[in-house]
């Protein structure tokens, strides 16, 4: 099953929702997009990208009030569902059942099937209320992924830190992909090279 559902909401970080929809396509994956009205209007601001041709990325999109929509019944097969970036106000949602669009519902008929759903929730700083609604969108099985990026891989450009964050958030959906550099595969190497004033260990790394 090659079906992905791709949600983008109004938080910032469109490039991540830009290079998602480019790495899916390029590994032959069909994406199925729905954007928030906000997300809309955040893509025109932060890329290059006019709104319409955001959605010409996807191979499949959806209006956010189309909740006739394939990919609002859990009868619509896929391999799950990402929301990149994803705002506040969707965690909100999501981690309420609060099915108010077609992607909130998308998203929730993900949790209720057992599929895969990863919500790159952007913001910073967190407050309490931030950490509760990502303890309870856990709890009903999402994964969350704030996009922290990673330095291990001596990144060059920010398209480098950005397709690190997107490659690892794939992996969670189970997206094979070669977004970015891996430890004890693609990076050791660098680790030996490095002078070491202690005894010699393997390397490790926490994500």
């Not at 955040?42 to 290059?48: K, N, Q, Y």
């Not at 998308?106 to 057992?114: F, N, S, Y």
């Not at 690190?164 to 997206?175: E, H, W, Y």
Request: hydrophobic letters at 45%; aromatic letters at 4%.
């Amino acid at each position: 099953m090659t079906e992905i559902i791709v949600g983008v909401t109004g938080a910032t970080g469109m490039p991540m929702a830009v290079a998602t929809l480019r790495a899916l396509r390029e590994l032959e994956v069909t994406t199925h997009l729905v954007m928030t009205d906000a997300a809309r209007r955040v893509a025109e601001l932060e890329t290059d990208h006019s709104a319409d041709a955001f959605l010409k990325l996807a191979d499949i999109c959806y209006e956010i009030g189309d909740i006739a929509a394939p990919i609002a019944s859990g009868s619509f097969p896929c391999m799950g569902m990402i929301v990149i970036p994803c705002s506040i106000k969707s965690l909100s949602a999501i981690a309420n059942s609060y099915c108010d669009n077609l992607l909130t519902r998308a998203a929730d008929v993900t949790l209720k099937e057992r599929r895969k759903l990863v919500l790159v929730v952007r913001e910073a700083p967190l407050h309490e209320g931030h950490l509760r609604l990502m303890l309870r969108a856990s709890r009903a099985g999402a994964v969350i992924f704030p996009p922290v990026p990673s330095f291990y891989g001596s990144p060059e450009s920010i398209t480098q830190l950005v397709n690190q964050i997107v490659g690892r958030a794939l992996d969670q959906i189970g997206v094979n992909n070669g977004l970015c550099r891996r430890w004890g595969v693609d990076v050791h190497a660098l680790t030996d090279q490095r002078p070491r004033t202690g005894p010699r260990r393997d390397p490790t790394y926490c994500s």
